[in-house]
């Protein structure tokens, strides 16, 4: 069994904006057809407080380490870019350090999608970046990375025991 949770901030004041990139690829990925032992789940906590929801997901279902997906935004990647790396988290996430001292651990798979399109001359603070909605331009880049992000899943789901 496999086990992909998009982390985000619930409510529709939230729905568009650049923290939420792990709720967007999780509703992309229900479009697919995957196999009935991959389940998709977003957590229905604010992204600071993921830890509790991963970990009762991950108990309830006794998934492996190997088998845990978790699928977020990252300041560390530039927009139109993302990693899938197995242990390997951005250096600063307030979501991921929930999630890693809730398990334990952060050996599961970081599906890292990249948002960060901040000017160089006049960057704002992470914190409040990541709050603010997408423009129309970052939302097409997205979506590009979106699809190519859920068409490798697909394939490692299948390719990883």
């Given at each position: 069994m496999?086990?992909?949770?998009?982390?985000?901030?619930?409510?529709?004041?939230?729905?568009?904006?650049?923290?939420?990139?792990?709720?967007?690829?999780?509703?992309r990925?229900?479009?697919?057809?995957?196999?009935?032992?991959?389940?998709?789940?977003?957590?229905d906590?604010?992204?600071?407080?993921s830890?509790?929801?991963?970990?009762?997901?991950?108990?309830?279902?006794?998934?492996?380490?190997?088998?845990?997906?978790?699928?977020?935004?990252?300041?560390?990647?530039?927009?139109?870019?993302?990693?899938?790396?197995?242990?390997?988290?951005?250096?600063?996430?307030?979501?991921l350090?929930?999630?890693d001292?809730?398990?334990?651990?952060?050996?599961y798979?970081?599906?890292?999608?990249?948002?960060?399109?901040?000017?160089?001359?006049?960057?704002?603070m992470?914190?409040?970046?990541?709050?603010?909605?997408?423009?129309?331009?970052?939302?097409?880049?997205?979506?590009?990375?979106?699809?190519?992000?859920?068409?490798?899943?697909?394939?490692?789901?299948?390719?990883?025991?």
């Amino acid at each position: 069994m496999k086990l992909i949770i998009g982390l985000g901030n619930p409510g529709e004041e939230y729905k568009n904006t650049r923290h939420n990139a792990g709720f967007l690829v999780v509703d992309r990925l229900r479009e697919l057809k995957l196999s009935r032992s991959v389940l998709i789940r977003k957590s229905d906590v604010f992204m600071n407080e993921s830890g509790d929801f991963v970990r009762s997901l991950y108990t309830k279902y006794n998934i492996p380490n190997i088998g845990l997906y978790v699928v977020h935004d990252d300041l560390d990647i530039k927009l139109g870019e993302y990693k899938i790396q197995f242990g390997r988290g951005p250096k600063d996430h307030n979501g991921l350090k929930s999630v890693d001292e809730a398990l334990g651990t952060d050996q599961y798979w970081h599906v890292r999608i990249g948002i960060d399109n901040r000017p160089q001359d006049a960057r704002p603070m992470g914190e409040e970046y990541v709050l603010q909605n997408f423009t129309d331009e970052e939302r097409a880049v997205l979506d590009k990375v979106i699809k190519e992000v859920c068409k490798k899943l697909a394939t490692l789901l299948v390719n990883t025991n």
